[in-house]
């Protein structure tokens, strides 16, 4: 699942694993994992809270494995399956901070091909699939859940208004928030304000702390210079 920050990606899964009580693991996902050995190790920790009928803790990557990571992969969760009963979750939040040139993502595709039936594994990211998931998108091993299907419809917008209590957005201001969840929460929680405003005339400061915090410090600094 890919889309930008506050289009409900993290919201969506939760309530979708909540509503139908699944149990899971909720893995965040950082810069730190693009070593694989601390993936491991971090994951392993979390592995032992979901399974704690099991006391033997899963295994560390040490260095005698570093030519043999695809192996080492297979195995590690295939334990790990082993240990938990369908059905299942994994979820690989902020996927997008995993660097793009590590071996975490090639790691996850091994979890991915041998999840055993009722188990799943779910990733929230800014961005798209890496590269090193283009076997398992050609053999419809995985769906992706874009920014297009993330969208909130008009309905659906007017839903959560209804369901905060507040007075319905207008269909320009809704127009105007092109669906983003996040931008449908910032327009409730100042309507009254926002409404008399235009978007092109001035920049809510609530806005404007959102995107500060959320998106341009998150950046790297290659674009943080060109924004």
């Known amino acids: 699942m890919h889309g930008p920050p506050g289009a409900g990606k993290t919201t969506l899964i939760a309530t979708y694993l909540t509503s139908r009580a699944i149990p899971f693991l909720w893995y965040q996902v950082d810069e730190g994992d693009g070593d694989i050995a601390t993936f491991f190790y971090y994951f392993g920790l979390a592995a032992t809270k979901v399974a704690a009928r099991r006391k033997k803790p899963l295994p560390l990557f040490t260095p005698e494995f570093a030519h043999g990571v695809s192996a080492f992969a297979r195995r590690y969760f295939q334990e790990f399956y082993s240990r938990i009963k369908p059905p299942f979750a994994t979820v ?3 996927y997008q901070d995993a660097p793009g040139d590590s071996a975490l993502h090639e790691v996850i595709r091994h979890a991915i091909e041998c999840a055993p039936p009722g188990v799943a594994i779910f ?13 398992l998108r050609t053999n419809d091993a995985i769906e992706i859940i874009d920014w297009e299907a993330l969208r909130l419809t008009a309905d659906e ?8 209590g507040g007075q319905e ?11 983003w969840a996040a931008g449908i929460t910032l327009l409730l929680a100042g309507v009254g304000d926002l409404a008399a405003q235009s978007f092109e005339s001035s920049t809510p400061q609530q806005l404007f702390d959102y995107f500060a915090a959320e998106i341009f410090e998150k950046t790297d600094r290659k674009t943080q210079d060109f924004l």
């Not at 990733?123 to 076997?135: E, I, K, L, Q």
């Not at 917008?157 to 905060?164: E, F, G, K, M, P």
């Not at 957005?169 to 669906?179: C, I, P, V």
């Open 123 to 135: 990733a929230a990211s800014r961005a798209a699939p890496p590269p090193a998931f283009a076997r």
């Open 169 to 179: 957005l207008s269909a320009d201001l809704l127009a105007r928030a092109e669906g």
């Open 157 to 164: 917008a007017q839903s959560i208004t209804r369901l905060r």
């Open 92 to 94: 690989l939040d902020n």
